[in-house]
């Protein structure tokens, strides 16, 4: 089956195609672009240590970080090493494992079909055995240590570790050193099977490249397989943090800090929607246009490195601010007065007006960018949107009332937390 799904308001379209091997395939060709880009995700990340499938009669537990190092695993194939293959083809390839999904990406600006075909099939030819994994344990967990001493990497685990819990996000994407300990080529084998089946997959194209060079490889190298069908165990997670403080001493000149609000979670699609709204509150809040980042500049409170993140997927959901500063205490004392302030006056409408079309150029501008809009076709899809143009018509859609009521869900001092990375 295909379709062709449009946007009135950018005068452009992408094809979607549900191939008969399972996967969806999305494409968007973009004219006058010289980059093709492409990514085969998978709908696994860290949080992703407790499921089943038609196949168990029960929840099947497995190690923290089984997702990050079945991520590096599957460049080992048994004709050697897929980024040997892409070097010839002068494509530039990479991965990455995020909390709720895993991605297979290149770019390239020639040899495009070449290039398709090695990810396909990489993708879909797993090869693990005993020797390969322990080799593999070693370097991931040096890259765990690396990590153990990376101040930025501390400071927003040891917050998510402050707000959270139970929810698996607070755990370290790549898990520890003692977790991969346990993992084993079986294990792996396992955990392929049930979330790297073909509809729990998708495989997204922008940019420069001919759709039939996508779907003749796809029939070329995608076999049928059986449907699995996963559950996921949601973690009982309280409203209430874990905590308020944490801190922890690193070689740093000056000290790092991460601010957090545990907000209202609900499913991929709701805090979606939800992110959506907490950027534009959070550029109304601290935004470098907003008072109250003016006042914290001006007194030498924060510098330049300063900046705002919603953190968003299933069953999870967070309002992040960071950067440097020589009172982090103070900063967080200050945003968290600032939210009261605007939780008992009001957001003023004309910032808010202001805030929501700078959002929208932002989005706008996404769709002009190839990497963008492979990703943008992911996210989309995973969340349980059928077009992701509509992502445009929810900015608009915002409302001042809606605004004030995700300050209260989202942005409640009550449920914040402070991180601090302080200079050894």
């Known amino acids: 089956m295909s379709e062709f ?25 973009m004219e006058g672009y010289s980059t093709a880009y492409a990514m085969f995700s998978a709908k696994v990340g860290s949080i992703d240590t407790t499921f089943k499938t038609q196949r168990e009669e029960d929840f099947v537990e497995v190690p923290p970080g089984i997702a990050h190092f079945l991520e590096h695993k599957m460049f080992e194939c048994e004709d050697g090493d897929a980024f040997a293959k892409y070097a010839k083809t002068g494509a530039n390839a990479n991965a990455f494992t995020s909390f709720d999904r895993t991605a297979y990406l290149f770019s390239c600006t020639g040899n495009f079909r070449e290039s398709i075909e090695i990810l396909l099939d990489f993708v879909s030819r797993p090869y693990f055995t005993p020797e390969t994994v322990q080799k593999e344990q070693g370097i991931i967990g040096q890259e765990i240590r690396m990590y153990d001493d990376d101040p930025g990497w501390r400071s927003l685990f040891n917050l998510l570790q402050t707000l959270y819990r139970e929810n698996p996000v607070r755990l370290d994407i790549a898990g520890t050193t003692e977790s991969i300990a346990e993992i084993t080529s079986d294990l792996l084998y396992r955990c392929y099977h049930t979330f790297y089946s073909l509809g729990n997959m998708v495989l997204t194209v922008a940019g420069n490249f001919r759709p039939e060079d996508v779907l003749e490889a796809a029939d070329k190298i995608l076999q049928v397989g059986e449907k699995v069908e996963i559950q996921w165990r949601k973690a009982e997670e309280p409203q209430e943090v874990a905590g308020h403080y944490v801190e922890q001493s690193l070689p740093v000149s000056t ?12 499913d991929s699609l709701e805090n979606m929607k939800r992110q959506l709204a907490d950027e534009v509150l959070m550029e109304i809040l601290c935004g470098e246009s907003s008072p109250l980042y003016r006042r914290l500049y001006d007194s030498g409170l924060i510098n330049s490195s300063f900046g705002s993140e919603v953190l968003a997927g299933r069953d999870y959901l967070c309002c992040m601010f960071g950067g440097e500063s020589r009172d982090p205490q103070k900063v967080y004392d200050e945003i968290c007065r600032e939210i009261r302030r605007m939780a008992a006056e009001g957001i003023d409408p004309e910032a808010f007006r202001w805030c929501r079309k700078a959002a929208y150029g932002r989005y706008i501008g996404i769709f002009s960018r190839v ?18 143009y509509e992502i445009l018509d929810w900015v608009k859609e915002l409302t001042l009332p809606g605004l004030e009521a995700r300050l209260r869900k989202d942005l409640d001092p009550e449920y914040g937390a402070l991180s601090v990375i302080k200079p050894a």
């Open 255 to 266: 000290p790092l800090f991460q601010i957090g609000f545990k907000g209202e979670a609900g």
């Open 5 to 29: 799904v449009s946007s009135p308001v950018l005068g452009e379209r992408f094809q979607r195609v549900e191939h008969r091997s399972g996967l969806t395939i999305l494409l968007c060709p």
């Open 371 to 388: 990497e963008s809009v492979a990703s943008m076709m992911m996210q989309a899809h995973f969340s349980g949107m059928d077009n992701m």
